[in-house]
């Protein structure tokens, strides 16, 4: 069964905004990461936040987790079209080796 | 550095024929491999996953079954396909299941 779940299903920006993801998941975590993945191919990892960490940054992303309300938050600053992609969180749990998605966010930057 | 084949990319197949995904994975020892299917626009739905030779956990039950025959190779296999086993097969692996993941480019499947 999927774990995370994302919202909204889709996002569309304008070149320039700022775009947010949402993911919420229902047991407890080792750690939260994002992937993205554009149509038809594999997906890349973005990003990874561990349990004990309440935000992370890498070059335009910014993703923030909260543990209380087993949910995570993905920023892209300053969107480009090339950013036109889904998003995908995924969670690692600490009892087993399995990871799981949800069901994703899929994103339009307009140029 | 570590590499991830997952072929074919493209399959089409009759209803009712076997099926058999190959993932091998270079550059790493004792990954944990997983696959997934994606059904078209939509998550991903972990089916199985392994964490060492001959040690497979499968998550849904279904018309479908995995191997690991070695270290770095994961198969999925099928006796007979369904209409339903239609999709978007990914293959992954990760060190020790709480690092990141990397993906194969996928499997389309398309049963006929």
């Known amino acids: 069964s999927q774990q995370g779940e994302e919202d909204p299903q889709a996002l569309s920006i304008q070149e320039g905004e700022n775009a947010t993801m949402n993911c919420s998941y229902k047991t407890s975590i080792n750690n939260l990461q994002w992937y993205r993945q554009n149509s038809g191919r594999g997906l890349v990892h973005l990003i990874l936040i561990r349990s004990n960490e309440r935000e992370k940054h890498s070059g335009r992303l910014r993703v923030t987790l909260d543990t209380s309300k087993k949910s995570s938050s993905l920023l892209i600053t300053a969107s480009r079209a090339a950013d036109t992609a889904s998003y995908f969180c995924?969670?690692?749990?600490?009892?087993?080796?399995?990871?799981?998605f949800g069901a994703g966010t899929r994103l339009t930057v307009k140029p | 550095s570590q590499t991830i084949h997952q072929w074919p990319a493209t399959l089409v197949q009759p209803v009712g024929s076997p099926l058999s995904l190959e993932c091998t994975v270079e550059g790493t020892s004792n990954p944990n491999l997983y696959w997934y299917r994606q059904a078209a626009g939509r998550g991903l739905q972990l089916l199985f996953y392994?964490?060492?030779?001959?040690?497979i956990s499968s998550e849904v039950p279904q018309n479908l079954s995995a191997s690991r025959p070695q270290d770095r190779q994961f198969i999925l296999s099928s006796k007979k396909l369904l209409l339903s086993d239609s999709g978007f097969y990914l293959c992954?692996?990760?060190?020790?299941?709480?690092?990141?993941?990397?993906f194969g480019q996928g499997t389309r499947l398309t049963v006929v």
């Open positions: 392994s964490v060492g030779i001959g040690q």
């Open positions: 992954a692996w990760s060190v020790g299941g709480r690092t990141e993941a990397f």
């Open positions: 995924a969670t690692g749990s600490y009892n087993n080796n399995d990871m799981r």
